[in-house]
């Protein structure tokens, strides 16, 4: 992505136009009309795991030069190639202040013909970027204190439940530019920013289960419930865990269902595995959904704790062909067909 700030609408025009008839087919050319747009901006991609390859700023700006901007897109994007727009009598100030922000190049305005004062200068840019670029990372990710309880427990539910994320610590570079783009501080984590870019500060497990299903990346066909109580506790101690207020909860994270949720529950020790059953959500009768998701916890549930489970799928058994109805025939009426 190539990025261009200017408050100067006909400047900030033309720059981009001269961009993108160069550049427009192998990379987006983003434009901003201020130092402060150009940031939200530079946020927005930041949290989405987007690239930017250049940015070209205007050195003089209201309320945010092209420097103090420079400066500040350097936390989001430290290995973007950085240059000035200048007019002639700010050259000597802008070359000054070159050092301050590590600037790769400055260009004077104007920059006809383009093909001489202008092309050059980005190409150089583009090759310096391209022998260390930024990666792009479309992913969910979350940040957190290594040695947290609270991001200890959303790690450990969203790899309970096969949810792909990146785990970042909040004292990591990385960590500390994510937090920043999202506007936050390390005063309230974990935080999990959604492949979408969307943030959760703290995520319940209501919030991490609306997030483990948008992770599937495709509607959700089917699901289920189980819990397992641990020694001290008795089996009906499970069953209330899982009753209509956590199945209705459920059904709304998921969007919805008419057919039951199927579920099982048990009383076990620490570590015991726990077969999840699933069924097409909207009708029961659909015999290529039945399935089960197998889960442990090798340090629950404890004695005196209760352990509760949920599964989702996008799909059916591989090569299911038992018959019944199929999925294209159900009518979804009274949950069974």
């Known amino acids: 992505m190539l990025l261009t700030v200017d408050d100067d609408p006909s400047v900030s025009r033309a720059v981009a136009r001269d961009l993108r008839r160069r550049y427009g087919q192998d990379h987006q050319v983003v434009r ?3 130092g402060a747009e150009a940031l939200d901006a530079l946020r927005e991609i930041k949290l989405r795991g987007g690239r930017v390859a250049v940015m070209l700023a205007d050195y003089r700006m209201p309320e ?32 000054a202040a070159i050092n301050l922000v590590d600037v790769d190049y400055y260009l004077l ?38 040695w947290s309880a609270p991001s200890f427990a959303a790690r450990d ?11 970042i610590a909040a004292d990591e570079p990385e960590g500390g ?3 920043q783009a999202a506007g936050l501080g390390a005063e309230r984590l974990p935080v999990m920013i959604t492949a979408d870019g969307g943030t959760l500060v703290a995520p319940s497990t209501t919030e991490l289960a609306t997030a483990a299903v ?5 509607p959700v066909e089917s699901y289920g419930k189980a819990a397992v109580v641990g020694l001290d506790g008795e089996q009906e101690h499970a069953n209330a865990c899982i009753t209509s207020v956590f199945g209705d909860a459920f059904r709304a994270a998921v ?12 009383r076990a020790a620490a570590g015991a595995s726990l077969d999840i059953p699933v069924c097409y959500r909207d009708a029961i009768w659909v015999r290529s959904h039945y399935d089960a998701v197998t889960v442990a916890v090798h340090d629950a549930p404890l004695p005196g704790e ?32």
């Open 177 to 179: 530019r994510l937090l």
């Open 214 to 218: 948008a992770a599937l990346g495709a």
């Open 306 to 337: 209760v352990l509760v489970g949920l599964a989702v799928t996008n799909r059916g058994r591989l090569h299911a062909r038992l018959g019944g109805l199929a999925k294209h025939e159900v009518r979804g009426e009274d949950g069974l067909r």
């Open 157 to 167: 539910f969203l790899a309970r439940n096969a949810v792909p994320y990146r785990w």
């Open 64 to 95: 945010m030069s092209g420097i103090e901007f420079l400066e500040a897109a350097m936390d989001l994007f430290p290995r973007a190639r950085r240059a000035l727009l200048t007019a002639y009598a700010d050259t000597d100030a802008a070359i």
């Open 32 to 34: 901003a009309g201020s």
């Open 109 to 146: 305005k104007p920059w006809e013909p383009p093909e001489e004062k202008l092309y050059p200068i980005v190409d150089a840019m583009l090759e310096a970027y391209t022998g260390q670029p930024d990666i792009e990372t479309v992913e969910t990710k979350l940040i957190g204190h290594r």
């Open 255 to 266: 969007g919805g269902g008419k057919a039951w949720l199927p579920s099982v529950t048990k």
